[in-house]
């Protein structure tokens, strides 16, 4: 076994002698999360951090669609039609009832969401939105102006 590591050694010392851990990227830098304390789950939080995966995916499925649930009004707030609010919904809800045909996780109370009272509280933010008066446009340049533009656009 010593052998072996004074072989290592020699390659380490000849390559510091070469110069080739000179100019590496963080020489000189303390080592990230050294003053933070000890967390086991520490490859996980990096894991979540460097894939940029949201930490709510990690939840159990009865609380994410209890998530999915209480988001619901921002969710369906910029759909166009009814239709598209009621096609979104019911996919919500045949997601909640696969649940809870093999509930999986922890027992909490998940329930279908009522279709008429979504669409109802979607038209109401429709017309709350519509209620409020847009900002006032920028005032239009002289058509002379825009004519001087365009004969320097052309040459």
């Known amino acids: 076994m010593n052998g072996w590591n004074a072989t290592v050694e020699a390659q ?4 510091q002698e070469r110069g080739e851990f000179d100019n590496l990227p963080g ?5 990230p999360g050294r003053e933070v304390p000890y967390d086991e789950s ?16 990690m939840l159990p499925t009865p609380l994410q669609l209890r998530r999915r649930i209480e988001q619901l009004p ?3 707030r910029d759909l166009p039609t009814e239709e598209a609010v009621r096609s979104y919904v019911a996919g919500l809800n045949a997601e909640v009832l ?12 998940v329930r279908p969401v009522n279709v008429d009272e979504a669409v109802r ?14 900002p006032p446009e920028p005032p239009a340049e002289p058509a002379t102006r825009a004519r001087r ?5 052309r040459r």
């Open 12 to 15: 380490i010392r000849s390559a």
């Open 149 to 153: 533009r365009w004969r320097w656009w």
């Open 74 to 76: 921002a969710e369906v």
């Open 98 to 109: 696969s649940w809870l045909r093999t509930p999986t996780g922890p027992r909490v109370v």
């Open 121 to 134: 509280r979607w038209r109401a933010d429709r017309q709350r939105v519509a209620a409020v008066p847009a």
């Open 27 to 31: 020489a000189g830098k303390p080592i």
């Open 42 to 57: 520490w490859w996980i939080r990096s894991f979540l951090e460097r894939e940029q995966i949201p930490p709510h995916l």
